[in-house]
């Protein structure tokens, strides 16, 4: 079945450490994106890449770093530099990218990977 | 980054009961989605809506893309305990393909 798998389920973090969450996806999706989901609060875009070896920061990039060197695989990395990680991570795809009549697109997600600073 | 304006936040209702949410914002969208998130999970599509003013329909819930491109509404009819969850509408700019989120709508349904 075509999808997005993200790992780990939960990852746990000491202050000071980089950590890199993986996504991938199968859907043959030419965009990708990361958002990020505090309790009670909507989806905030972190990242997001139309294409291969081209990615653009979304709202809250500080402190995050992505790479698209594969269509199927966006991994994100958490960095030190991030003064608040605790949150739940989403990776989403969508298939159509850089068209002026974008009608049809839509976002497929991930199962989300949870991230907690000790 | 764009504001979607989402109301109501949270919902206790009987079941059985129809349930109305909608979305706002000062942008013009191109596409209004709307998911429903259970805990610890990602969001799963409901409905998609791309040219204003249509209404689509998938099983007891429905969907509006507003006339002015700024707002968008889900009706839920005849809720059952298993709709309960966060429902959360999205945006797509025109032409950016970058998808903005409301803060969710969080539904409680009664047995």
């Known amino acids: 079945d075509g999808g997005i798998t993200q790992s780990p389920k939960y990852l746990f973090r000491k202050e000071g450490q980089n950590v890199t969450l993986s996504c991938e996806q199968n859907l043959n999706h030419d965009a990708m994106y990361w958002y990020r989901q505090d309790p009670g609060q909507g989806l905030r875009l972190i990242y997001y890449?139309?294409?291969?070896?081209?990615?653009q920061k979304g709202d809250i990039a500080e402190g995050y770093s992505v790479s698209r060197e594969k269509k199927e695989s966006f991994p994100l990395t958490v960095t030190s530099a991030q003064k608040n990680p605790t949150a739940f991570y989403l990776c989403?795809?969508?298939?159509?990218?850089?068209?002026?009549?974008?009608?049809?697109?839509?976002?497929?997600f991930g199962a989300g990977s949870r991230l907690t600073v000790l | 980054g764009q504001q979607l304006n989402q109301s109501p936040q949270s919902m206790f209702i009987q079941e059985g009961e129809d349930v109305s949410m909608n979305c706002t914002s000062s942008s013009i969208f191109n596409t209004w989605l709307w998911y429903k998130q259970d805990p610890g999970e990602g969001p799963v599509l409901l409905i998609a809506?791309?040219?204003?003013?249509e209404l689509t329909s998938n099983g007891r819930l429905t969907a509006q893309f507003g006339t002015t491109r700024k707002d968008s509404f889900l009706n839920i009819s005849a809720s059952i305990p298993s709709d309960v969850g966060i429902y959360f509408c999205?945006?797509?700019?025109?032409?950016?393909?970058?998808?903005?989120f409301g803060s969710g709508t969080k539904l409680n349904v009664k047995p």
């Open positions: 890449s139309q294409i291969v070896n081209d990615f």
């Open positions: 809506l791309y040219k204003a003013g």
């Open positions: 989403a795809s969508s298939p159509r990218t850089g068209t002026i009549f974008s009608g049809a697109n839509v976002l497929t």
């Open positions: 999205a945006g797509e700019l025109y032409n950016f393909n970058k998808f903005y």
